[in-house]
């Protein structure tokens, strides 16, 4: 199941963070994929350490933790740091599965990825190709738009054959490691905000977020 989050940032936050990684410092993507990966993996990669990849995680960061529909969605418990990556000139990122666990640089604290995440910096005709495909779809969003996908599906980017193709990408673990619970989780969540907004009764609402709590309660590894 994937799940497009609108406008986690806004476009002109995008294209700054475009402006800001046209002159960082890339590398070669496969020096951080595992042997397997590496093998089908043709892209750019910011290191950690460079301080605009630094600026900039703390600004994806802040706008996924304020957006409502992220947090229903993915109910994250750990983030991995955001890390951004580059497709041009023919690179492309085979079918592959991202790891289960990473850990959190300068911590002992590690992550299970329950989620995968991308959150696209450049626009959609700034590229031709890049789509990201799982399970059939292809996915390529308007820049600051988020998709959300699960972590231990096989998943590849198509090759970029015009332009280049930016993102944030990170992995979430959730408070819900099931994913069909979590999923009704966020149906009822949906079905809350729907009634809330069309301003139904405070008493049926009520019982549904306290069930939606207790079912929470419930489900949480915490």
């Known amino acids: 199941m994937m799940i497009e989050i609108a406008e986690v940032m806004s476009r002109d936050e995008a294209r700054l963070c475009r402006e800001r990684?046209?002159?960082?410092?890339?590398?070669?993507?496969?020096?951080?994929?595992?042997e397997v990966a590496a093998r089908v993996k043709s892209n750019d990669q910011l290191p950690d350490v460079d301080p605009v990849a630094a600026d900039l995680t703390a600004l994806v960061?802040?706008?996924?933790?304020?957006?409502?529909?992220?947090?229903?969605?993915?109910?994250?418990l750990r983030i991995v740091p955001p890390r951004f990556n580059r497709y041009r000139g023919g690179g492309a990122y085979g079918p592959h599965i991202d790891n289960a666990v990473f850990a959190i640089p300068g911590q002992?604290?590690?992550?299970?990825?329950?989620?995968?995440?991308?959150l696209f910096l450049s626009e959609p005709d700034e590229y031709d190709g890049?789509?990201?495909?799982?399970?059939?779809?292809?996915?390529?969003?308007?820049?600051g738009h988020l998709i959300l996908y699960p972590s231990g599906a096989v998943h590849n980017v198509e090759p970029?054959?015009?332009?280049?193709?930016l993102a944030a990408f990170f992995w979430v673990q959730?408070?819900?490691?099931d994913a069909q619970q979590r999923a009704m989780l966020f149906?009822?969540?949906?079905?809350?905000?729907t009634l809330r907004a069309a301003g139904s009764d405070d008493a049926p609402v009520t019982?549904?977020?306290?069930?939606?709590?207790?079912?929470?309660?419930?489900?949480?590894?915490?």
């Open 108 to 118: 002992t604290e590690v992550v299970r990825s329950d989620l995968s995440a991308t």
């Open 21 to 34: 990684l046209a002159g960082a410092g890339w590398r070669d993507g496969r020096l951080s994929a595992g």
């Open 130 to 143: 890049g789509e990201l495909v799982l399970g059939g779809e292809r996915v390529k969003l308007p820049a």
């Open 61 to 76: 960061l802040e706008r996924v933790g304020a957006s409502p529909h992220f947090i229903a969605a993915a109910l994250p």
């Open 207 to 222: 019982r549904l977020i306290g069930l939606y709590h207790n079912l929470l309660r419930a489900w949480a590894d915490v």
């Open 174 to 177: 959730s408070m819900v490691r």
């Open 187 to 193: 149906e009822l969540d949906e079905t809350i905000q």
């Open 160 to 165: 970029v054959t015009r332009g280049e193709r």
